[in-house]
C-alpha cells in the first residue's frame, strides 16, 4: 500500500513539473510599457506636416556698406497616397561704394599746377540692390509600387544678376525614393518641362518658350539634434539645344 501511495506521489510531481515550464512557454511576454502609457496618457499620432525654416541677416560696415538677407522655407504635408511640398527661397544684397571727396566746381589751375585751398565734400553713397534672388515651387509627389513616385509641379524665380526678371516652368515626370526616413532622405526624378521666361537683355538665338528635360535630386540628412545637410540639384536643359 505504501509503495503504491509513494509511486502516486512520484507521477503526481512530474506531471506538475511537465506542465509548469508549459504553462511559462505559453504565457505571452509582456512588452515594456512607454512613459505615456506608465503615465495613463494616450500616444499622440505623428502629424503629416513638417516645416523647416531658415533666416539668415549679415550686415558689415567699414569704407562700404553690405548687408544681406535671406530666407528660406520649406513646408511639407506627408500622407499615404504622396506628397505635397511647398518650397520659398530668397536673397537680397545691398552693398554701397567707396566713399569720396567731391571737389566743388569753379577751381582754376595751371596744366601741372597742384591746385591749393580749395574746398571738397564727403560723399558715402548709399547701399543699392546688387544681388536678388527670388524663387516659389508648389510640387506634389504620389506614391507608387517599388518605391517608384509620380509627380507634377510648377514654380516661379527671378533673378536679376542673372539676367532674368520671370521665369515660369511646369513639369511632370517620374522619379524614385531611395530612403524616406526622419533623419535620411533621398529621392530622384526625371521628367518634362515647359518653360517661360523673360530675359533682361533678349538674345534671338535662344527662345522664351521651350519644351525641356527636367533632372532633380532631393538629399536631406539630419546631424545630430539640431543640425541638417540639405542639397537640393535641378537640371532643366532645352530639348532644341
Given amino acids: 500500500m ?67 538677407v535671406g530666407f528660406k522655407e520649406t513646408l511639407e504635408y506627408k500622407a499615404k497616397k504622396g506628397n505635397t511640398r511647398l518650397k520659398i527661397d530668397t536673397l537680397r544684397a545691398d552693398t554701397s561704394d567707396d566713399p569720396y571727396l567731391l571737389v566743388e566746381p569753379g577751381i582754376v589751375f595751371e596744366p601741372g599746377e597742384v591746385p591749393t585751398n580749395f574746398a571738397t565734400i564727403a560723399v558715402r553713397p548709399g547701399a543699392e540692390p546688387d544681388v536678388e534672388r527670388y524663387f516659389i515651387e508648389g510640387r506634389y509627389e504620389g506614391n507608387l509600387p517599388k518605391k517608384a513616385t509620380w509627380n507634377s509641379g510648377a514654380s516661379w524665380d527671378r533673378n536679376e544678376d542673372a539676367g532674368i526678371l520671370s521665369r515660369y516652368i511646369a513639369f511632370a515626370g517620374l522619379g524614385h525614393t531611395w530612403q524616406d526616413r526622419d533623419d535620411l532622405t533621398f529621392r530622384t526624378s526625371y521628367g518634362l518641362s515647359y518653360t517661360d521666361r523673360l530675359e533682361d537683355i533678349e538674345d534671338p538665338e535662344r527662345e522664351s518658350k521651350f519644351l525641356g528635360v527636367r533632372l532633380t535630386s532631393d538629399f536631406k540628412d539630419k546631424w545630430g539634434a539640431s543640425t541638417t545637410y540639405d542639397n537640393d540639384l535641378t537640371f532643366n536643359i532645352s530639348v532644341k539645344d
Fill in 2 to 68: 505504501r509503495g503504491q501511495l509513494l509511486l502516486l506521489a512520484i507521477l503526481a510531481g512530474t506531471l506538475v513539473a511537465l506542465e509548469t515550464p508549459r504553462a511559462a512557454e505559453e504565457k505571452p511576454e509582456e512588452k515594456p510599457k512607454s512613459t505615456t502609457e506608465v503615465n495613463g496618457e494616450e500616444e499622440k499620432p505623428k502629424s503629416p506636416w513638417t516645416n523647416s525654416t531658415e533666416l539668415s541677416l549679415v550686415v558689415t560696415r567699414g569704407n562700404a556698406i553690405a548687408q544681406t
